[in-house]
């Protein structure tokens, strides 16, 4: 089925480990973006990318790299994990606007939990 | 920079009665787009309503609604004839007009609560 899909869904690691939390999507959509999601902070941008080999910071984009050799793909790296880093994570997609601008489309989210 | 608020935490009302939740934002733009997003118990974001700022019409889907005051920056969701699917929590969104980053500035959500 077409659309956004993220994983894995739930996740349990230590600190110190290097984790990566995928999003795939079937649009075609140009923009992907990475979120994080905390109780009194919403939801905060960590990267996005306009595009296939273009990726600029967000507003938390510390202790994560991101990547996108492919217009589908787009996974987010923590490249050693820290209990602060403990949250659920959201990749979204927009098309480029048509007339009007396109809205973002979000996956199910991936609870990370880091001990 | 810009600010979205939304003043309500918690919110409740009983099925098939209408509810509003509120948003402000605080922008300079002339120019400028406003979403509602849900989000379930299920965790999924679900675009609900949209609205761009240069249409003075308020936007409407089904039994969800804006109330759109440009002067007083203020973007307001009802929901009328409430049903029990419709307990989530709700986000209100801004985007600057279009530029190469698209980022979204969101508030930090009501959770509505629909009682049987």
């Known amino acids: 089925d077409a659309g956004i899909t993220q994983s894995p869904r739930y996740k349990i690691t230590e600190t110190g480990r290097q984790v990566t939390l995928m999003c795939h999507q079937t649009?075609?959509?140009?923009?992907m973006f990475w979120y994080r999601q905390d109780l009194g902070h919403g939801l905060r941008l960590i990267y996005y990318s306009a595009a296939a080999d273009i990726t600029d910071k967000g507003e938390v984009p510390d202790g994560y790299v991101v990547s996108r050799s492919k217009t589908e793909n787009f996974p987010l790296t923590l490249e050693s994990a820290t209990r602060s880093q403990t949250s659920v994570y959201f990749c979204?997609?927009?098309?480029?606007?048509?007339?009007?601008?396109?809205?973002?489309?979000f996956g199910d989210g991936t609870r990370l939990s880091i001990l | 920079a810009q600010t979205v608020t939304q003043s309500q935490p918690e919110m409740s009302v009983q099925e098939a009665e209408t509810v509003t939740l509120s948003c402000t934002y605080d922008?300079?733009?002339?120019?400028?787009?406003l979403f509602w997003y849900k989000q379930p118990p299920s965790r999924q974001m679900i675009l609900v309503i949209r609205?761009?700022?240069?249409k003075q019409q308020n936007a409407t889907e089904n039994r969800f609604s804006v109330n759109f005051q440009k002067a007083a920056k203020s973007f307001s969701l009802k929901i009328s004839d409430s049903q029990l699917g419709d307990t989530a929590m709700y986000f209100c969104?801004?985007?600057?007009?279009?530029?190469?980053?698209?980022?979204?500035?969101w508030g930090l959500g009501t959770s509505l609560a629909v009682n049987p």
């Open positions: 649009w075609s959509h140009s923009y």
């Open positions: 609205q761009e700022a240069y």
């Open positions: 969104a801004f985007m600057k007009p279009p530029d190469n980053n698209r980022k979204l500035i």
């Open positions: 979204a997609s927009s098309e480029l606007p048509r007339g009007r601008i396109q809205p973002q489309h």
């Open positions: 922008t300079s733009e002339n120019n400028y787009y």
